[in-house]
């Protein structure tokens, strides 16, 4: 899964997600009711506003401290997703799971916003990769505990915890030798 040969490549589908992501935070500054109209909520959502699966990830409900480490996180962790695997398995990896909480938030958290469950999944995606890697105990214990805590997570009923899972899922099930998340496609 690691890239081999060749320089780095630009991150530039993490900037472009990064980009979008800031301009939805700007957009909820700007405007009162952006936040409102735009994040996750389950009532609204069974009315049929159903765009609010998606636009609930540019929106952060977590004020500016929200917003800083959402980006933050996303620019590591997407940076270094991007030197790993394909753009393609990048945008499975990162929305795939993401939009599969946004169901299981309707029930747990059926009122918020934010992309941390995005590059959370991203995240537990990386995290399934090291511990694929013959590397050392170093990744293994990383990739293991980083997918304990997303179990703990779970169980203590927070959204984040089945972003890792899922995106670690994904990445198990279909970034093996003969997928596509090598970064030459």
Known sequence: ??????????????????????????????YAGALEALQRNSSAIAEGQWWRLFTTLLVQDGGWAGF????????????????????????GLYFVPALAVEFIALCWQPLGGGNSVAWLAL???????????????GLSLLGGASLAIGALLSVMGNIHGPAILLGALLAWGCCSDASGCHTNS
């Open 1 to 30: 899964m690691v890239r081999r040969h060749g320089a780095h490549r630009m991150p530039l589908l993490t900037l472009a997600v990064a980009l979008l992501t800031i301009a939805g935070f700007v957009l909820q500054l700007a």
């Open 68 to 91: 800083i480490s959402n980006i933050a996180g996303l620019v590591l962790v997407g940076a270094l997703a991007e030197q790993l695997i394909s753009r393609r398995a990048w945008i």
């Open 123 to 137: 995240a537990g995606a990386m995290w399934v990769l090291a511990l694929r890697q013959e590397n050392g105990l």
